[in-house]
Every structure is written in C-alpha cells, then in structure tokens.
C-alpha cells in the first residue's frame, strides 16, 4: 500500500511493469507507452515535455489536472470528449464540485493517491443518453511537477467517446457516480 510520505524512489522498470500488466485499451495503451518513454534518469516526466500531437487518438479524452491531496481536483485542460461529458467546456473547475456530494469525498481519497505520484486504473460505467449502458477506462499518470502549494500536475485519460456531438448536450448521465472498478499502481521501488 502507499506511504502517507510524498518521497519516492520512482523507478523507470518498476513503472513499466507494473503498467504493462494492466489489461488497458489500445488508446491507453498507446498513451502510457508515450508517457513511459519521457521519463528521464529515471524520474517522472515533466508536464512541458508532454505533447499531445504525440498521441493524437487520445487527444478527445485527454485531462491535464492539478490535484491537491485532500483539498481539489482542478482542471487545467480538457479535451473534446471531457467537455461532451458535461456539455460544456470545464477548463479552470473543479472535479470535486462537478462530482454528486455523496461521491467527493471517495474521488478526494483516490486522487490522493496519484498525487502522491501513483498511476491509477478506474473502471466506469454511465447511462448513455442515447440508450444503453457506456463503459469506460479512466487512467492516471502523475508528472513530476508540483504546484508552489503542493499539487501534483497529472494526466488523465478516458477511453469513452461520445456517440454524438451536440454543443452543450451532455452524452451521457451519472458519469462521475462511483466506479466499477478502481487501482493504484505503485510506480516506485518499496
């Protein structure tokens, strides 16, 4: 399990093992293998080193957040499919206040665990608004950077895609209500 210490010993082949024993799709896949190949002397890569031309397919559910263990989950980039989610663009809020009051302090507690630099894995399911049932594939993978008031600068990517673009229609419901599935993945030497 994780230490309450921030202090890691990242290892470059610990994280690709650990991460290459996930059952990820093919986009997150692709974007792990992306995120992998930035680190350098074995650090976590930087945000500036990550460009998203790179890995074009997971540009629609591409999130840059901000999370501050315990306190928010700030949006600082939100790809095409993030936006259709919500039907609206959410650069600048926070997830936690998008998220239903019964489901923050769960989300509080898993993002605490990437920002103390650990990938994670969550599996998600959402009522389409077109019928059905969607699933999706969320991962996580922490930069180095660290905000001047201690928050990590993070990656996201989800698997889903909307069916239909309407401006300002969101795609699906109950997109952010507990997942189905959810793990941390250490990426650091114990």
């Not at 890691?8 to 986009?27: K, Q």
């Not at 890569?45 to 840059?64: C, Y």
């Not at 660290?146 to 895609?161: C, M, N, Q, Y």
């Amino acid at each position: 399990m994780l230490a309450d210490s921030p202090v890691r010993a990242f290892d470059h082949a610990v994280a690709s093992a650990a991460l290459d024993a996930l059952p990820l799709t093919p986009v997150n896949r692709a974007l792990c293998d992306y995120w992998l190949s930035l680190w350098k002397s074995g650090a976590l890569p930087h945000r500036k080193d990550f460009v998203p031309s790179k890995v074009r397919d997971a540009l629609p559910g591409i999130m840059i957040m901000e999370i501050k263990k315990g306190a928010y989950v700030r949006i600082r980039l939100a790809g095409t499919a993030i936006s259709q989610v919500f039907g609206r663009d959410v650069t600048g809020e926070d997830m936690i206040a998008l998220s239903p009051e019964a489901e923050r302090a769960g989300r509080l507690e898993r993002n605490a665990f990437t920002a103390d630099g650990a990938a994670t894995l969550t599996m998600r399911q959402a009522d389409a608004r077109l019928g059905g049932v969607k699933t999706s594939q969320e991962l996580q993978l922490p930069f180095a950077d660290i905000t001047p008031d201690g928050a990590r600068l993070v990656l996201f990517h989800t698997s889903w895609r909307p069916a239909t673009f309407e401006p300002g229609v969101p795609d699906v419901y109950n997109t952010l209500e507990h997942p189905t599935g959810w793990q941390a993945i250490a990426l650091w030497r114990e």
